[in-house]
């Protein structure tokens, strides 16, 4: 007496298996696949997926329901039988001269069509060489599962099935007996008939692979075995054993049919167990990419079972059964390829090796969503997501897909789009919509749903949520690229593609400035401009820190530039970083829906002072050589401007220096220079006599320090040297109302420092860099295109600074 119960705890539902009738009804039938051709890892899944139910009657007719029978009892195995249900056809000849296991030529032929009808008899001498073959001759072979089905044939299961034999998928419970035997000997130890009665039973056997796995190669290849699975029907009143096979291919052309068979593997008498029932499947068409109609929908029942298996993962304890069918889990994809071995940290890891849930005994994959038979196939360190989204062939910007094989972007999936004949000749299968971030395997079409794909759909468009980007500066922790180089999220390097580092700069430190970075971090830009789009994917890849490469091209965002500009600003054209500063922060602006108001888009917010300016004309009378005065009494012009930076004069450097002096360079205070706004020193132009104050503080004040200038021959550049401290830089004396503006906060710090290098008037020998601190860490880095390296910050102000932000500290 065996114990088939769930429930361990009721002795009154002990059943003797002996008393059951088991059969098998197919409720989805397949009907159609594409033919998957001979790669080694070329799928084309059966559609629908085969789902079969266990019925288990008593000798009075009374059904047992799945929640009575252990379901780790039963398995059953698939395998490919020709539509007359006669000819077996699981196995493809090679060709002998072929330089690969692929075959060359489909030859497809029996196992063992000439066996004889009695089990210890072989029905010719050479009787597996009837069919023709691209071969001399074929050796006998003993296979992994074999048993007599027909009475005129000895067939033979799918070989390899490495998931049946897999030690791990079997730990302790079975140890399959290796022994390489002759087929006469193997055939002495079936017993009973071929297909009788219920009360009849035949025996799998556990064997060796032969020396014949360099001649042929399956057939049908997926998962040929399954375990069973509890769930209830569409009423969910009964509950059933079901058996899905979602991973099932065929790689030749032709009108074939499954059979199915039962087995008990409960009652394991050392290799062998009993088969219970047989059925075969209604035909199914295999087709050729070109013929293939398309992928089937599943039924309700199909669609029943795989939602269950998606909401909960059956469980095994110590005391089940280890003889369970081969479970589909979830394996880590190499980071560089995804050919095993251990996944990236920080991202999405885990790939499926076949199906979306993590099901135990097979569960029902929806037809075409959650099918990931190609995700092994990706190949993440190929991957590159930061170069303008048009078709590589087509160069149009309209439904691109990105081979997520080889990177290369394809216009469409259709059958006439570039993608789909991609698919076809380089046989790669996995795509990503660059803009609805939906995976879909091609040529079949069909969307992947699967959480080991988060990684890639986070590369190409990286969110935040609120509760990470208010730790972002608190943060010092370093993240890893694909190959476990370190990189610091924020701290990496832009791409210089020609000369577009006065552009890397610029971006760099509105990367940095708080306000800017989470305003375009959380933000969806959905009805806004394209320029500002990409200037917000290109913020959040820089904090990025699950980034496959710790750097970043800003290829996209000049593009968009390029174009908003009307070329004014090029990637191949060196430009000044002030102008482009300007031209980008009015155009963000304006793109955000800003006004002329005051705090009318976060631009505004973050950087709009305002200046009070005093004017009064120049008498034209006034002696030559004489001191110019504000004379008070004079009609004067008082206004008020708003500002986004603020403009720094350098005193001319010396043109003579004396023996001692001639390699000294010129150095200036930065409060020195910023006296221009104390309301007192006078600015003098042509035709006036100015005065500037500043009204009203910024919480952000850019400070630009003029040293480029033109004469009538070339432009030249003032090598004055500024002094300035890091931090608690006091604008108190450049302010008209101190005590009011000390409310909000009148001390700053430095939070970046953009920097030239070079000479301007030499061409290709001028480059920008740009400083910026870490504040978790409170270290200085200096970043120059791909370049980020550790500066102290004492060696700040030693270099020729150009552009300067600086932050408000608040008030304790």
Known sequence: MINYRNNHDHDDLNIDPSELFYSLEIVQQPQRARMCGFGDKDRRNITPAPVLKLVAKTNEGKIV??????????????????????????????SSIASTKSPSRA????????????????????????????????????????????????????????????????????????????????????EGSARGAMDEYEFYHYGEPSDWENLSTPNLVGQTTVGGQSAPDLDGKTTHIWFAFNMLSIRTEGVFKLRFTLCDVMQMNGTTTKILYQVFSDPIHVQSPK??????????????????NEREEDSFSDDDVAVHSVRFKRKKIDGAGGEGGQGRAGGAASANGGATAALEGGGVAASGKGSGLYL???????????????????????????????????????????????????????????????????????????????DIKYVLDPRFTHAQVKVLDKNSSQSFDLNRKPYIPGFIGLNN???????????????????????????????????VKQFGTLIRKIWNPSAFKGQVSPHELLQEISNASNRQFKLTEQSDPLAFLSWFLNTLHKDLGGTRKKDSSIIYTTFQGELSIETQPID?????????????????????????????????????????????????????????????????SVADLKKFQITRLPNYVILHIKRFSKNSFAKEKNP?????????????????????????????????????????????????????????????????????????????????????????????
């Open 376 to 454: 092994d196939t990706i190949r993440r360190y190929m991957l590159d997501f930061d170069f303008e989204k048009v078709c590589s062939v087509s160069l149009s910007n309209l439904n691109v897909y990105a081979c997520l094989v080889c990177g290369k972007y394809f216009q469409g999936r259709g059958t006439t789009s570039h993608a789909y004949f991609h698919s076809l000749h380089e046989n790669h299968h996995v795509y990503i919509n660059l803009n609805t971030l939906k995976v879909y395997v091609l040529p079949d079409s069909y969307e992947v749903t699967d959480s080991s794909l988060d």
């Open 291 to 308: 013929k293939f109609l398309g992928a089937c929908d599943n039924n309700d029942l199909a669609n029943h079972l795989n939602k269950k």
């Open 620 to 684: 034209p009378k006034a002696v030559k050589g004489v001191e110019l005065v504000f004379n008070s009494d004079d009609a004067t012009t008082k206004t008020k401007s708003p500002f986004l930076f603020l403009a720094l004069e350098l005193p001319p450097p010396p043109l003579f220096h004396d023996e001692l002096e001639k390699n000294i360079i010129p150095q200036i205070p930065l409060t020195t220079i910023l006296s221009k706004y104390d309301g007192k020193t006078l600015q003098e």
């Open 497 to 531: 593609i020609k000369a577009n580092d006065y552009v890397n700069v610029v971006v760099q430190v509105l990367a940095h400035i708080p306000h800017i970075r989470d305003y375009f971090m959380l933000q969806k830009f959905d009805d806004k401009s394209e320029l």
């Open 720 to 812: 004055t040297i500024v002094t300035f401290p890091i931090k608690n830089l006091s604008m108190a004396e450049f302010v008209a109302d101190p005590e009011r503006e000390k409310v909000l906060g009148l001390h700053y710090d430095l939070l970046a420092n953009i920097t030239h290098e070079g000479d301007p008037s030499i061409p290709n020998t001028t480059s920008y860099k740009v400083h910026l601190q870490h504040r978790a860490k409170e270290q200085w880095y200096q970043i120059q295109d791909l370049f980020v390296e550790e500066i102290n910050a004492q060696m700040i102000f030693l270099s020729e600074s150009y552009i300067q932000v600086w932050e408000r500290k608040t008030p304790n």
């Open 65 to 94: 329901t799945g929640d009575v029978l252990c379901r780790q009892a039963f398995m059953v195995n698939a395998d490919l039988w020709l539509e007359d249900e006669v000819t077996e056809r699981n196995l493809v000849l090679i």
């Open 107 to 190: 030859f497809t032929y029996m196992s063992e069509p000439h066996a004889s009808a009695e089990h210890g008899e072989q029905g010719g001498e050479r009787g597996y060489m009837a069919d023709p073959m691209p071969i001399q001759f074929a050796p006998p072979r003993t296979s992994i599962i074999t048993f007599p089905y027909h009475s005129n044939s000895q067939a033979h299961g799918p070989w390899p099935n490495r998931d049946y034999n897999s030690p791990q998928q079997y730990p302790k419970r079975i140890e399959a007996e290796l022994s390489r035997e002759s087929q006469q000997d193997r055939a002495r130890r079936y």
